[in-house]
């Protein structure tokens, strides 16, 4: 065990998925007082997203992690209008937040060719200044990665998650049989037979008391966020750490790893579920699976064998449940076809309520417009929970 918590440690030292950053404006250009000249404004430094670049990338090509951008041209006789300084860009990951030193978000970066600005250039010197140039704005900035996906893959270590996105996608993520197989999120595309394509993210399995930062903790908890839909991936017969932590069955683990999401932040419980049943070609798994489904459909006349702080405030309910074996192929295009049936149903859902929206909208202001100024009136989409 302590090889593999090495072995571990070591390859996770590869994947950044934070960077502080210092970036500063150009300052702006010299005016030219005798003829009214103005100098150029400084250059502006942007945060652009590109779909092949990481933090690591980002890092290792710029070692001093400082981006400042070009000066405005001074005014001069043959260009009373000083030009524009240089621009910098910071290229950055599909799926960046950035905020500032205080932990202000300043925007997202959701998809290839986002931009930001994060440190604007100084003006030129120009009569309002007395010509002189104003110096551009200094900016520490923090990126933060959290990975963009239709599907994330929870579970425990060793539930089969690897074996699973390899088994659905072109994904080819490192598969070995002791725990924490997965050291780094894994990206893969589910391909279908006419061209749909839906991303699925394994994120690196959670352990007891991951919302307290045990484990990898906050660092892979956090790319949960921003995924559609959650598939939970649970093994039939159960998992256990090591020899000195308690072994749970598939239904403790999946009250666990609801548990676990929930303390870290409760409106995971809003996103749509699947559960994916792995590892039924072990033996007597049929039974076990038998066990688990009447345990998830009457699940509470089972949670007083939890301790109190153990029980969720809400338990899960699931989409569609599915048996598989990633290792045989059982099951996977069931599974997939319920990947895809249950982002549809979502989609359509969340199209009907933007569509209502607009409506109700259409309504009050047709309605208002016979009649005083209206104050302020907020409209809210009703919320959905998984009870």
């Known amino acids: 065990m302590v090889r593999c918590s090495c072995v571990l440690f070591r390859k996770y030292g590869n994947f950044i998925d934070n960077l502080r950053l210092f970036t500063k404006g150009g300052s702006g250009g010299m005016g030219y007082p005798r003829l009214g000249g103005e100098g150029g404004k400084g250059g502006d430094v942007w945060v652009v997203a590109h779909n092949r ?101 929870v579970g425990f270590p060793n539930a089969g998650k690897s074996s699973l996105l390899s088994k659905i996608s072109h994904a080819k993520p490192a598969i070995a049989d002791y725990a924490f197989t997965t050291i780094k999120p894994e990206l893969g595309k589910i391909m279908y037979s006419d061209f749909k394509q839906i991303s699925v993210a394994d994120l690196p399995g959670l352990i007891e008391g991951a919302h307290m930062n045990k484990g990898m903790g906050h660092k892979f908890l956090k790319h949960i966020e921003r995924t559609k839909q959650l598939l939970f991936v649970v093994d039939i017969s159960g998992f256990q750490l090591s020899s000195q932590t308690h072994y749970r069955t598939a239904f403790e683990t999946i009250i666990l790893l609801s548990k676990e999401l929930e303390l870290y932040k409760e409106e995971l419980h809003t996103k749509p579920a699947l559960l994916a049943v792995n590892k039924m070609d072990l033996p007597d798994a049929q039974g076990k699976f038998h066990v688990l489904m009447n345990q998830l459909q009457n699940p509470k006349e089972f949670l007083h064998l939890f301790e109190k702080n153990m029980i969720p405030e809400r338990t899960v309910e699931f989409q569609h449940i599915i048996p598989i074996s990633a290792i045989t192929g059982e099951g996977i295009d069931e599974l997939k076809n319920c990947i895809r049936k249950s982002l549809d149903e979502h989609t359509n859902q969340e199209n009907d309520a933007y569509h209502k929206k607009q409506l109700l909208n259409l309504h009050i202001s047709n309605t208002v417009s016979y009649s005083e100024p209206p104050s302020k009136t907020a409209v809210s989409s009703p919320r959905m929970d998984i009870t």
């Open 53 to 153: 670049m990481t933090l690591k990338q980002l890092k290792d090509k710029y070692p001093q992690k400082r981006f400042v951008a070009g000066e405005g041209a001074n005014s001069r006789v043959s260009a009373l209008k000083g030009s524009k300084g240089k621009d910098c860009e910071i290229p950055v990951p599909v799926g960046v937040s950035v905020t500032d030193e205080n932990g202000k978000i300043i925007g997202e970066l959701n998809k290839e060719k986002d931009r930001l600005l994060v440190a604007e250039g100084g003006l030129g010197g120009k009569l309002l200044t007395n010509f002189l140039p104003l110096k551009g704005q200094k900016r520490v900035i923090h990126l933060d990665l959290k990975l963009i996906a239709d599907i994330g893959l």
